[in-house]
């Protein structure tokens, strides 16, 4: 079944099979500061919901995805070329993002990638599942394509914290913003967070975002942090 969402001023379309548009998606686009003219890659970029979201915010960036899936990466492309976007897909394993992209070759990276390991008797479906690519391969390849004093946006379960901190700081990518998916009265249901590549120590963590509000600009989008 194909079906259409509205990303801002763009078109995406959606199809069975395919990871659909969710709320930690939107979240994380709203989240993630961006600056113009600025080269991003989405590592695991589905059928494009990421890229859209970010070029509505900012018109300017210049934007790549990867993925692995080939009916996902084949959409993304569908979706770009029907809203006129000029963002490079490209249909690869991101973990062997050191044979097809140079080191350093972007100032943001950004993911919502699977949420649970293997093996550790959680599961959101295949999509959520590390599979092919663990949290720390993950890492690796965001450290490999960020410059130095670039920036790596993600979104992840909150029971996963030390994991994702740690993962980050083996690949010289220091925590900086975050902030977590919670309704009022419940736990947090999915955490944001931004780290710099070489950044100095200290973390600045964000009220709350309702999930509700994942479809808006974040709070802070736009602060600097120092690095």
């Not at 080191?103 to 092919?132: C, H, Q, V, W």
């Not at 029971?159 to 009022?184: N, S």
Request: hydrophobic share 40%; aromatic share 6%; net charge negative.
């Amino acid at each position: 079944m194909i079906r259409t969402e509205r990303i801002g001023p763009f078109e995406l379309e959606q199809s069975a099979g395919v990871f659909p548009v969710c709320t930690d998606s939107l979240a994380l686009g709203a989240f993630v500061r961006l600056r113009k003219r600025e080269k991003v890659c989405d590592l695991g970029c589905g059928s494009g919901v990421l890229i859209l979201s970010m070029l509505a915010r900012e018109p300017g960036l210049s934007v790549t995805g990867i993925e692995i899936d080939p009916a996902a990466a084949g959409l993304a492309k569908k979706n770009m070329e029907r809203n006129g976007v000029d963002a490079e897909i490209i249909g690869d394993d991101f973990c062997r993002v050191r044979e097809l992209i140079p080191a350093g070759s972007f100032d943001l990276i950004i993911s919502n990638p699977p949420y649970f390991a293997a093996g550790s008797g959680k599961s959101g479906g295949p999509d959520r599942m590390e599979e092919t690519c663990t949290l720390e391969q993950l890492c690796a390849a965001a450290g490999w394509l960020a410059r130095n004093g670039g920036r790596f946006a993600l979104v992840h379960r909150p029971e996963r914290l030390c994991d994702v901190f740690d993962a980050l700081r083996a690949e010289q990518m220091e925590p900086k913003r975050m902030q977590f998916i919670q309704e009022p009265g419940l736990a947090p249901s999915a955490v944001l967070i931004e780290a710099y590549k070489q950044g100095r120590p200290g973390l600045q963590v964000l009220p709350p975002l309702a999930a509700g509000d994942g479809t808006k600009e974040a709070q802070y989008a736009r602060d600097e942090t120092s690095f």
